[in-house]
């Protein structure tokens, strides 16, 4: 039993060995952020061979997996995702290697501050959230009081 298990560890270290080198790289856009604000994670992984038969590149905000996200044949990653607390992340992409390629890492830093509030309300303007705008449904709805309007010329 022991003599097959060797022999299986032999050939991973083999098949492992036989893969070319990586290196993976990872940039935040934008770099700084506010809460609730979409950030897109891009990652770029580069191997001599085709790095996208394996399980992709895998997204860390710290020790917190993201999410894991395939790997295209010219070695683009993407995620786009966003914080609700504050501060600063280390982002990490991790690509998990294949047969191809070995496995590599890559970080970057988003700061993410807390998101301004909403407006007040502007207290001159008189018809500001009275109005309402739909593309392709354009009306005019003039409100008239019932009472009798007698215009007089001079």
Known sequence: MVTVAAATLLSLATSAAA???SSTTVQATPAAATTGQLV??????TCSSDPSDGLGVSFFD??????TAPVSTD????LTTGFTTTGTR???AAYNGDDSCSASHGTTTITV???PPPPADNP???LCGLIGFHVGDVQNVVNVNSHNVTRIDK
Do not use: M
């Not at 710290?62 to 999410?67: M, N, S």
């Not at 070695?75 to 993407?78: E, P, Q």
């Open 62 to 67: 710290g020790t917190e997996l993201l999410a």
């Open 19 to 21: 893969a070319d080198p």
């Open 113 to 115: 501050s807390q998101a």
């Open 90 to 92: 280390t982002i990490t």
């Open 75 to 78: 070695g683009h990653s993407s």
């Open 40 to 45: 897109t994670l891009d990652a770029t992984v």
């Open 124 to 126: 001159g303007c008189l």
